[in-house]
């Protein structure tokens, strides 16, 4: 069967074309968008931008690229190649590294001088360069004449896969493409002598599945769609077979000049009964399979030693080129067991992601190398193992990060290099701390300062002095500050800005006597010297430091404007876990203010992310558990005393304020004086650290409620604690029409604890009127449900398939997968079309 016709593509498919020619108009207009075109594979989500590409008006400018299968995607892949050879700014900004100015220049290109339509398609294999730089537009692309169009397969994407985050950045139209229905299954079918009922339970409606099946006759298609391909790739004669062959294990389109060298020569005549049978696609730049699938389908069928030769194959035809691309060697001698080639490009390769920002990419490239590493010379080992370690940390996979740092650190041991040593020391102290080793971050980061001072290297020692002085800072030593102000110095010696940044950043932390002006203007000073200097690790840093600060002086304004600000910069750049801090505080800003179900959300979806935060845990899990205490939660408590001894042995003052402040509280919910004197022995030892006056004024606040701190004694804090505290201090207060107000607050807040406490003490003072609150079926789910299984079974029962509730409520999709198992085993039902049917019965609709 020849290639799928116009009217083939377009059924069932007009109204998704419709939305793209709108978006077009609307960035002739000025009015820029980003479509997301999604299915899943098979959908027809590439013929559909065929047909949509073909029929754009005269006069728009058109750039196309697409992300490949590779082993690890290209930095920057589908931009290079949808830009390559227009002298654009982007193709000046990529042609000179990329780096942080290509954010910038994605801009600049769609900004002019004609409207611009930019096409990338299987987003799901891109590289997080590419996702950073879309990301970026997506947040900008109303203001310009562009319209960005993505394709993305649905459950294409690995669990923790940035475009789960790109999705909810920026305003996205989504269209989503739906297996055909019988009656478009039987039109295409039309002549065939298939009956369209039997085609479409076959193919379950999928456009490729049902292509496939119409090429052979009926009562011939094998079992699977698979056996399907390879039924017609028997029907070629044994050249264009083995030609076949040799295509399947290149992902994406083969340009010609590779193609010939692989076919040895100019035979590329062997390949034209594929076209003609509509296997393959051929154009200006080269030919490839018109389906992903029917490549993989291929490359599947052959014999694993094949498989290898053929890789191989590719290599020798690569290595053959003038500048042959690393990252596919890379991806084809990992395949074809070529450890010398992955050892050759691997390590270079993974700087060059690493540069780039795609660090999904650089652990890939790093773990590639790091699995033959001992077949390098040993300083080769040492610092291929470095690299890896810190895309480990990238990655959020502290403990393994860590594991691999200290391979790292004894090699260079071994070598006499003190200078590397020592700065692996550096590296590998900051895995400590971030995995929750404080003392062991503490020992090695004084270890890293005594080998470099010895070494005598003075740009080196500064950077371990400033290391070993941020750390103090962290953990409260009390001679951090003086060890900062020799870092600056040292720093300002050696001429290094970036680490003068990073004492200025410390020093807000640690500065002994400085009121919340002070520290905060040495934050806001090391941030505008990072961001001026292009020193962007620092500056995120610099966002999440002052975005604490901001909100522990309760500077709600300053600190909204600072997380606007901050959220974009980090997720701009990929900086996940400064996004994570800052993400947290953004949910705590709602919960100061009294947006309890936002924050509860926000927390709740940060703790289910798959990847591991490490320390930052300390910041997320307290705060969603205090909020479960003030709802009267039981696991409220374990968690909170859980978050308080890794707070105690970590010792940082974030995670102690968090997790000392929700379990203080709980214990005056609760009626636990001993949790609560015992908080309070463990908080005294810091409580007089820079900076933690505020802190210690809420613990001594809620302490004194639970009856441990005389009435009388003042109340230092100057703090709005918004809606919540107020309704508190006026049941503090001891008047009781303040009282009975405080209830109607608290009430209103859901905070069930705290009410039931105030409404207890009103009872003991004889108010007969007191205000009875929410019913319980208002308080908690009848079949048992969390607030997230509850939203969770709504979409269900509008009929919305995992992936689609994960993209609304931006999860991912393995998360979704949890929910609804638990939904089902609460509902003690067996199937989502069983709990979607009791979700939409009048009865549960109206209780539930």
């Known amino acids: 069967m020849g290639e799928v016709g116009v009217r083939d593509v377009l059924l069932e498919r007009a109204g998704a074309l419709a939305v793209l020619l709108e978006a077009v108009s609307e960035a002739v207009a000025g009015r820029g968008r980003v479509v997301l075109v999604r299915g899943e594979a098979g959908m027809g989500k590439s013929s559909l931008l065929r047909v949509f590409r073909e029929g754009l008006p005269a006069g728009l400018r058109v750039l196309y690229g697409a992300c490949e299968d590779l082993v690890t995607a290209r930095p920057y892949g589908p931009l290079r190649d949808a830009v390559t050879g227009t002298g654009g700014p982007l193709d000046l900004a990529l042609a000179a590294g990329g780096g942080d100015g290509v954010f910038e220049a994605a801009v600049a290109e769609l900004r002019g001088p004609r409207p611009t339509v930019l096409m990338v398609e299987d987003l799901h294999w891109a590289d997080d360069a590419t996702l950073d730089v879309l990301g970026h537009l997506a947040r900008r692309v109303g203001d310009l004449p562009a319209v960005v169009v993505v394709a993305v397969r649905d459950g294409g994407a690995p669990a923790g896969h940035r475009l789960?985050?790109?999705?909810?950045?920026?305003?996205?139209?989504?269209?989503?493409?739906?297996?055909?229905?019988?009656?478009a299954v039987g039109e295409l079918a039309a002549g065939t002598g298939w009956r369209a009922a039997s085609l479409h339970d076959l193919t379950a409606g999928n456009p490729f599945f049902v292509t496939e099946a119409l090429a052979v006759a009926p009562g011939q298609v094998p079992a699977t769609v698979a056996e399907a391909v390879l039924a017609r790739v028997r029907r070629l004669d044994p050249?264009?077979?083995?030609?076949?062959?040799?295509?399947?294990?290149?992902?994406?389109?083969?340009?010609?000049?590779?193609?010939?060298?692989?076919?040895?020569?100019?035979?590329?005549?062997?390949?034209?009964?594929a076209e003609e049978q509509g296997m393959l696609r051929v154009r200006a730049d080269g030919v490839g399979f018109r389906?992903?699938?029917?490549?993989?389908?291929?490359?599947?069928?052959?014999?694993?030693?094949?498989?290898?030769?053929?890789?191989?194959?590719?290599?020798a035809a690569l290595r053959r080129q003038d500048r042959p691309d690393p990252t596919r060697l890379v991806h084809h001698a990992a395949r074809g067991g070529d450890a010398g080639t992955v050892l050759e490009y691997a390590p270079g390769a993974g700087r060059e992601a690493a540069a780039a920002g795609s660090h999904r990419q650089a652990l890939a490239h790093f773990e590639a190398a790091a699995a033959h590493a001992d077949r390098l010379p040993p300083e080769q080992s040492a610092a291929v193992l470095d690299g890896y370690a810190w895309e480990l940390h990238n990655a959020h996979r502290f403990g393994a990060a860590v594991a691999v740092g200290e391979?790292?650190?004894?090699?260079?041991?071994?070598?006499g290099d003190a200078v590397a040593h020592g700065q692996a020391l550096v590296r590998l102290s900051r895995l400590y701390y971030l995995v929750g080793h404080t003392g062991q971050a503490e020992r090695t980061a004084r270890a890293s300062v005594d080998t470099l001072e010895q070494a005598g290297s003075a740009a080196a020692t500064a950077f371990a002095v400033t290391n070993h002085g941020?750390?103090?800072?962290?953990?409260?030593?009390?001679?951090?500050?003086?060890?900062?102000?020799?870092?600056?110095?040292l720093a300002e010696r050696a001429g290094r800005v970036d680490l003068v940044?990073?004492?200025?950043?410390?020093?807000?932390?640690?500065?002994?006597?400085?009121?919340?002006?002070?520290?905060?203007?040495?934050?806001?000073?090391?941030?505008?010297l990072a961001l001026a200097h292009g020193h962007y690790e620092h500056a995120a840093r610099g966002y999440t430091n002052l975005g604490e600060l901001l909100y522990r002086y309760g500077r709600l304004e300053e600190l909204e404007r600072c997380l606007a600000d901050g959220l974009a910069f980090t997720r701009d750049r990929g900086f996940w876990s400064h996004s994570y801090n800052l993400e947290v505080h953004a949910c705590l800003l709602r919960m100061r203010r009294g947006d309890w179900a936002g924050a509860e959300a926000g927390l709740a979806a940060l703790i289910e992310r798959d990847e591991d935060p490490g320390m930052l845990r300390l910041y997320a899990e307290p705060q969603y558990a205090r909020l479960l205490a003030r709802r009267g939660a039981p696991e409220a408590g374990p968690l909170l005393e859980a978050a308080w001894r890794h707070a105690l042995a970590q010792r940082s003052l974030i995670g102690l304020a968090y997790a000392g402040t929700g379990l203080m509280e709980w214990a005056w919910l609760c009626g636990r004086t001993d949790v609560a004197a015992a908080v309070l022995d463990g908080w005294r030892p810091h409580s007089d650290r820079p900076g933690a006056?505020?802190?210690?004024?809420?613990?001594?606040?809620?302490?004194?409620r639970a009856g441990l701190l005389a009435p009388g004694e003042p109340d230092i804090s100057n703090v709005d604690d918004g809606p919540y505290e107020r309704a508190l201090t006026l049941a503090d207060s001891g008047a009781l029409q303040a009282a009975v107000e405080a209830v109607r607050m608290l009430d209103e807040l859901g905070a069930i604890a705290a009410a039931r406490l105030v409404r207890r003490g009103l009872?003991?003072?004889?108010?007969?009127?007191?205000?009875?609150g929410p019913l319980a079926a208002t308080r908690a789910h009848p079949a048992g449900l969390t607030r997230r299984q509850a939203g969770v079974l709504s979409l269900l029962a509008e009929g919305l398939t995992n992936a689609e509730i994960a993209t609304k409520l931006v999860l991912s999709v393995r998360t979704v997968d949890r929910h609804v198992a638990s939904i089902l085993d609460k509902l003690g039902v067996s199937s989502r079309r069983e709990a979607a049917a009791m979700a939409r019965s009048p009865a549960n609709a109206a209780a539930w």
Not at 252 to 257: I, K, L, S, Y
Not at 407 to 415: E, F, T
Not at 470 to 489: K, N
Not at 503 to 516: F, I, V
């Open 763 to 772: 009872r003991r003072r004889g108010v007969r009127t007191v205000p009875r």
């Open 164 to 183: 789960e985050r790109w999705l909810g950045a920026g305003t996205v139209r989504q269209v989503l493409l739906r297996p055909l229905s019988v009656t």
């Open 239 to 273: 050249a264009c077979q083995a030609a076949l062959a040799q295509l399947a294990v290149v992902p994406g389109w083969v340009d010609f000049a590779l193609l010939e060298q692989l076919l040895d020569g100019d035979h590329l005549d062997v390949l034209v009964a």
């Open 501 to 528: 940044e990073l004492c200025l950043n410390y020093q807000s932390l640690a500065g002994p006597g400085l009121d919340p002006d002070g520290r905060i203007g040495l934050l806001r000073r090391s941030l505008d």
């Open 470 to 489: 941020a750390i103090l800072a962290l953990v409260g030593d009390p001679g951090a500050d003086r060890t900062l102000s020799r870092a600056s110095e």
């Open 693 to 704: 006056e505020p802190v210690d004024a809420e613990l001594r606040r809620y302490a004194r």
């Open 291 to 315: 389906h992903e699938l029917a490549r993989q389908a291929i490359e599947a069928s052959l014999p694993a030693l094949r498989r290898r030769m053929l890789h191989r194959a590719v290599i």
């Open 407 to 415: 391979r790292a650190v004894a090699g260079y041991a071994g070598l």
